[in-house]
């Protein structure tokens, strides 16, 4: 079993609509919990992240994190053309060898105008 | 303020040759990673380290080489190159602070194997 699950997509909304994107994962260990997105040709950057359970929100983004169901998602509202990438959700330990960052598979978004 | 560096930006290799990919970061982290990309798949971990003189193997270590000899400095070696290598390679840094750990990426290498 993959340590960290992440729904493959792709995904295709038309602008405006909310997005639901979901990982799972098995490690009980993970502490952060993050959402990175990549453009196209580019290195992934840090949209936002979690620490334990609960949620955030920053913008037009919410990040959830249920760590009894081992599940996490994102929700992007009023989504935007711009918001066309592949989100990878990663996650954690709290330090020592759990520390190195585990990467789901990426979910490949497009947002038609 | 640079980030994380990475070089070169792309390299087509034959199959048996070797080369080194670069990876520099000027934050002072103590934290840093190889992955590669495969087209339209999640990021591998090949191999990280966390200081100098640390390193140890990720998901996918076989025909990757790694040294960690300064904080800034964590070189990637392939040494017999195959097609199977061939891939979008990024490297990653971070910080055990707990406030701050998120990695931050290069822009990655394309490497084809022909």
């Known amino acids: 079993q993959k340590e960290v699950e992440q729904d493959p997509g792709p995904l295709s909304v038309p602008e405006g609509a909310i997005v639901s994107l979901n990982c799972t994962y098995s490690?009980?260990?993970?502490?952060?919990f993050m959402w990175y997105r990549q453009y196209s040709r580019k290195g992934p950057e840090l949209l936002m992240y979690?620490?334990?359970?609960g949620n955030k929100e920053d913008g037009r983004f919410t990040a959830q994190v249920d760590k009894s169901s081992k599940y996490i998602s994102l929700f992007i509202r009023d989504s935007q053309p711009s918001d066309s990438a592949t989100y990878l959700c990663?996650?954690?330990?709290?330090?020592?060898?759990?520390?190195?960052?585990?990467f789901g598979t990426g979910t490949l978004l497009a947002v038609q105008p | 303020n640079a980030g994380v560096t990475q070089t070169p930006k792309f390299r087509i290799l034959k199959i048996g040759q070797s080369m080194t990919l670069q990876c520099t970061q000027d934050?002072?982290?103590?934290?840093m990673y190889w992955y590669r990309q495969d087209p339209g798949m999640g990021l591998k971990l090949i191999y990280y380290?966390?200081?100098?003189?640390?390193?140890d193997k990720g998901e996918v270590p076989n025909g990757y080489n790694v040294s960690r000899s300064t904080t800034e400095d964590f070189p990637l070696r392939l040494e017999l190159a195959a097609p199977s290598q061939t891939s979008v390679y990024f490297c990653?840094?971070?910080?055990?602070?707990?406030?701050?750990?998120?990695?931050?990426f290069g822009q990655g290498t394309r490497l084809t194997v022909v």
């Open positions: 934050m002072n982290h103590n934290y």
């Open positions: 990653a840094s971070s910080y055990t602070d707990t406030k701050h750990p998120e990695a931050f």
């Open positions: 990663a996650m954690s330990g709290k330090g020592g060898a759990t520390n190195k960052l585990i």
């Open positions: 490690n009980s260990a993970f502490q952060y």
């Open positions: 979690t620490y334990s359970s």
């Open positions: 380290s966390v200081g100098a003189g640390i390193t």
